[in-house]
């Protein structure tokens, strides 16, 4: 089953503008990963925050965590035509039999950044 | 450093025919992964290796599915026999593992390899 759910599921911006990606899951987790994925490409690792984290930066990236609304939000400043990707928020948690962790990614969130 | 290597990138097949999929993780990565990704979806995992010891299938269709990791290095996912809603892109994933299987950090992807069952 989906834990992540991203939101919006698409997102067309203007090369220049910022771009927010929203991620709401149901369960406590160890952490919770971005990734990015280009059209018929491997995903890619962007930036991990842990559960004990409220706010990390990368670059042009930046990432919340609000564990009590167990939610997750990603914003890429002055975007760029090539950040034209699919983003995908994964949470790190126990699997249901509580031995192992597992990630568990969402459906995505599609960017189109216009030049 | 190599990155996850996949073969084949692309395979079309009749349904009720038979594939394999091969993954080589990086060169130190305990945990190897295997996901199904349907077009316009996430990826689901299917098994999930620590070095050649299953951790995680549960979500492996088990009567048509089948994994392996030899020597908990290289992985081979079969299908046999295909269905129509086998087309998918299988990504094979690798990462370090601290202890007890909490891996805790990035999956490295390699390209995936594309499935149409016609």
């Known amino acids: 089953s989906q834990q992540g759910e991203e939101d919006p599921q698409a997102l067309s911006i203007q090369e220049g503008e910022n771009a927010t990606m929203n991620c709401s899951y149901k369960?406590?987790?160890?952490?919770l990963q971005w990734y990015r994925q280009n059209s018929g490409r491997g995903l890619v690792h962007l930036i991990l925050?842990?559960?004990?984290?409220r706010e990390k930066h990368s670059g042009r990236l930046r990432v919340t965590l609000d564990t009590s609304k167990k939610s997750s939000s990603l914003l890429i400043t002055a975007s760029r035509a090539a950040d034209t990707a699919s983003y995908f928020c994964?949470?790190?948690?126990?699997?249901?039999?509580?031995?192992?962790?597992?990630?568990?990614f969402g459906k995505g969130t599609l960017l189109t950044v216009n030049p | 450093e190599a990155g996850v290597a996949q073969s084949p990138r692309y395979k079309i097949i009749e349904k009720r025919q038979s594939v394999a999929f091969w993954c080589n993780p990086i060169?130190?990565?305990?945990?190897l992964y295997w996901y199904q990704q349907i077009l316009g979806q996430g990826p689901k995992l299917l098994i999930q290796?620590?070095?050649?010891?299953?951790?995680?299938d549960s979500q492996l269709p088990k009567d048509r599915f089948s994994a392996e990791r030899l020597k908990g290095v290289d992985s081979t996912l079969k299908i046999q026999p295909a269905k129509l809603e086998d087309s998918a892109v299988y990504l094979c994933?690798?990462?370090?593992?601290?202890?007890?299987?909490?891996?805790?950090?990035?999956?490295?992807f390699g390209e995936g390899s594309r499935l149409t069952v016609l």
């Open positions: 060169s130190g990565h305990a945990t």
């Open positions: 369960t406590s987790i160890n952490n």
């Open positions: 994933a690798s990462s370090l593992v601290s202890d007890r299987g909490f891996h805790g950090g990035e999956l490295f």
């Open positions: 994964a949470t790190d948690a126990p699997n249901s039999g509580g031995s192992n962790y597992k990630l568990t």
């Open positions: 925050i842990r559960s004990n984290e």
């Open positions: 290796f620590q070095n050649n010891g299953v951790v995680d």
